[in-house]
């Protein structure tokens, strides 16, 4: 039993800020999987040199 003391060996193990960058990660692929698929479709006027400055830029803004 605790003293009352804050002790961290008594806690359960929960790698909390794993999980968190995992989910970043997710969702930094499915953002950019959604944008090359609405590239296309919303901007067809645009060359393959835009849509890759575009995609860059947005792999910039996720960091």
Known sequence: MSDGNFNR???P???YQSGLRAGRAT???QALQ???ELL???IPEA???QRAAL???LRKQLE
């Open 55 to 57: 995609m860059a830029a």
């Open 34 to 36: 959604a944008l090359e």
């Open 9 to 11: 060996n008594l806690l």
């Open 13 to 15: 193990y929960r790698n």
């Open 27 to 29: 969702l930094r692929t």
């Open 47 to 49: 060359t393959e040199e």
């Open 40 to 42: 296309p479709t919303h």
